[in-house]
């Protein structure tokens, strides 16, 4: 093969190790080389386009080269580049800073800056500990959901449950325990899930300084859903035995579960709230840690009673990842984006409805802009995703399975022709695993 993305492919090869992959699979699996990209579509180096319905990783809001976002960033290029955040602000950071106060839940009322999902769940984690050691109680344990999903670092990982990522490093992880997720959508599957959670606070609840949770969807998890009342008794019961609530709300956060946050479908305020991916319309790396008047004002004393968080990261709230963000809210603030996109996400069920009746398939299930179908008789190690993910490729569609777990998480400038021809290759790729199976 003589083409161009051959040719990249081959110079990527010799030198990049990729994330979240087994190198050996590229051997038979070629890398798709990008030349550029222009709202849904993503342009490789042989003139084939494809349709991004997972938004490059759960990332991307508004399209690829939006204009909005693009200009914004451009004007910041040639004004500041980056500053330190230590004695330092500029206005990006500022303005955004009051932005997100303004929009989040109503105890939120102060913003820590942190570069990437991960870290701000590293930062919340920390910020946790650390408040309730400032006020004299040492509470080293994490909580968590089952099959939860927080990031990669250490942290992050700890109080994560999805085998495939943590097993490896089970020696290296911080103290943290997990309670059973709500086993479904279903109000029953909450009230069970809150009694375990409430056995599990009365006994431990001394120990357990924060209880970390993906509010309404499990997104590496396989896009696992569970009912809003889970969230309303979380937050009562994590209030009545004195622990922090963190909302990560890095994948559920601006308007992917339907309302601007996850959280609102509750109506609950959490301790902390980090964010990240759409945040910056899927542009730059940048995320934060929001947090509430208490937490903050527990840090705030004189230097030499070392109670400050002397946590930071260089690129700290960098500037072209602030006005990316800016511009991002500034669209959402002058269009009617929650209500199209319930638009969308109601066409989007209707005609997966034909999916369903496929006998490989287990379940469909939706929340806001995220869509998932559930398939079912097939093992791990038959890695039913990667078919799926070739055979869309060759139709022009990015789907990226997890495991037995197709899904849509589009950029919610998707069309409704988009949409058809996303879940029209859904349909062929889950029915040819089925002739594949009779072979
Ligand atoms: C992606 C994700 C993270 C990690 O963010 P990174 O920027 O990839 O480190 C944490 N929590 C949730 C819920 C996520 O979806």
Redesign the pocket.
């Known amino acids: 093969m003589n083409s161009e993305n051959n040719r990249i492919m081959q110079r990527d090869l010799e030198v990049i190790w990729h994330p979240c992959t087994q190198m050996k699979d590229h051997e038979t699996l070629p890398l798709v080389p990008i030349k550029s990209a222009k709202g849904i579509y993503l342009y490789d180096f042989d003139g084939n386009k494809y349709i991004d319905t997972i938004s490059s990783w759960?990332v991307n809001l508004f399209g690829h080269a939006n204009e909005t976002i693009n200009e914004k960033i451009k004007a910041q290029l040639d004004t500041l580049e980056h500053v330190l955040l230590a004695g330092f602000t500029h206005e990006p950071a500022v303005e955004l800073a009051h932005k997100l106060v303004s929009i989040t839940p109503i105890a939120l009322k102060k913003v820590f800056y942190v570069d990437?999902?991960?870290s701000a769940?590293e930062a919340a984690l920390k910020m946790s500990y650390h408040y309730h050691l400032n006020q004299g109680r040492c509470k080293p344990i994490f909580l968590s959901l089952t099959n939860a999903?927080?990031?990669?670092t250490i942290g992050?990982l700890s109080v994560g449950d999805v085998a495939l990522y943590k097993k490896t490093y089970e020696p290296l992880l911080i103290s943290n325990m997990q309670v059973p997720v709500p086993k479904d959508q279903s109000k029953e599957a909450s009230k069970e899930a809150l009694c375990t959670l409430e056995n599990i606070l009365k006994e431990k609840s001394d120990e357990i300084a924060a209880f970390i949770l993906?509010p309404l969807i499990q997104?590496?998890g396989g896009m696992h859903m569970y009912h809003a009342d889970y969230l309303i008794g979380a937050r009562y019961l994590t209030q009545k035995y004195n622990v922090h609530l963190i909302a990560?709300e890095?994948?559920t956060g601006f308007g992917r579960t339907g309302l601007m946050f996850a959280c609102e479908h509750a109506n609950i305020s959490p301790d902390f709230m980090t964010l990240?991916?759409g945040l910056t319309g899927g542009y730059l790396p940048l995320s934060v840690v929001m947090t509430t008047e208490e937490v903050y004002q527990a840090f705030y004393c004189d230097y030499n009673e070392h109670k400050a968080f002397l946590h930071s990261h260089s690129y700290t709230g960098n500037p072209l990842a602030c006005v990316a963000a800016l511009a991002t809210l500034e669209i959402f603030e002058n269009n009617n984006i929650l209500e199209e996109n319930a638009a969308k996400a109601r066409y989007i069920k209707e005609k997966v409805e034909k999916i369903k009746s496929l006998q490989n398939v287990k379940e469909i299930r939706q929340q806001g802009m995220v869509t998932a179908i559930e398939l079912k008789g097939y093992e791990p190690k038959e890695r039913i995703g990667i078919h799926i993910y070739e055979y869309a490729l060759t139709q022009g569609v990015l789907l990226r399975p997890l495991g037995n777990v197709i899904y849509f998480m589009p950029p919610y400038i998707i069309e409704y022709e988009h949409i058809d021809k996303m879940i029209a290759v859904a349909y062929e790729g889950i029915s040819q695993l089925l002739s594949k199976k009779r072979e």
């Open positions: 759960w990437n999902g991960s769940v999903y927080h990031g990669e992050a993906e997104g590496a990560d890095i994948m990240s991916k």
